[in-house]
């Protein structure tokens, strides 16, 4: 069973929309919920991560909202460009020390110029 | 910048054959992590380590060893290598719960 779930495999959006990508999660221990942006032959890189006593963190175009209640979080591009075209996952860790990450299966984001 | 690297980037084994893929981390980080990435699986973890001298298993460790022989490198085994392990891996190194940090990925084909 997934425990951390994307919505959508794939995503399409036209450069200057808000791209929203959205995520829920099964383990209500999960406490801290990175993104990261993943550009083909490349490792993934952090984008932006939000801590479970937070609803809502930004960082220039990219926030997170957070609804605790509910078990999902979501990602919006806003002012969308052709470089934020790549594959973003949604992760969720518990609190024991350094044990890994539990990634989504990952939204690829396509923006058209 | 902190970095990690890992060698070899592409590799072809035989089935049956031993394949051992390195990683190499300059963050002075204690923490290390295997993952493989496959489509319709995501990123899943092999192996992890605390620091030098410790392993343990994550969600899909079978098949699969791991070393960590000092704070910098972090190998993963695999000791009969199978078809079904034909895969990217991606190393990572972080401190804490908290960010993680990737390697480039090796992509290995096993025939």
């Known amino acids: 069973q997934q425990q951390v779930r994307q919505s959508s495999q794939s995503l399409t959006v036209w450069e200057g929309e808000t791209a929203i990508l959205n995520c829920s999660y099964e383990n209500s221990a999960f406490d801290y919920f990175p993104w990261y942006q993943q550009f083909p032959g490349e490792g993934p890189a952090l984008l932006i991560a939000i801590r479970s006593v937070s609803d809502k963190k930004e960082d220039g175009r990219f926030t997170i909202f957070f609804n605790k209640r509910e078990k999902n979080l979501s990602l919006h591009i806003k002012d969308s460009q052709p470089g934020d075209s790549a594959t973003y996952f949604c992760a969720a860790s518990v609190l024991n020390y350094a044990q890994g990450l539990t990634f989504g299966l990952g939204t690829r984001v396509s923006v058209f110029p | 910048e902190a970095a990690v690297t890992q060698s070899p980037r592409n590799k072809v084994a035989v089935t049956g054959g031993k394949v051992t893929l390195s990683c190499n981390q300059t963050?002075?980080?204690?923490?290390m992590y295997w993952y493989r990435q496959d489509t319709g699986h995501g990123l899943r973890l092999i192996h992890y380590s605390y620091g030098a001298g410790s392993t343990e298993k994550g969600d899909i460790p079978d098949g699969y060893k791991a070393s960590r022989p000092s704070q910098e490198n972090f190998s993963l085994i695999l000791e009969l290598a199978t078809p079904s392990q034909t895969s990217v891996y991606f190393c990572?190194?972080?401190?804490?719960?908290?960010?993680?940090?990737f390697g480039p990925g090796t992509r290995l084909t096993v025939l």
């Open positions: 990572a190194s972080g401190e804490g719960q908290y960010e993680q940090y």
């Open positions: 963050n002075n980080h204690n923490n």
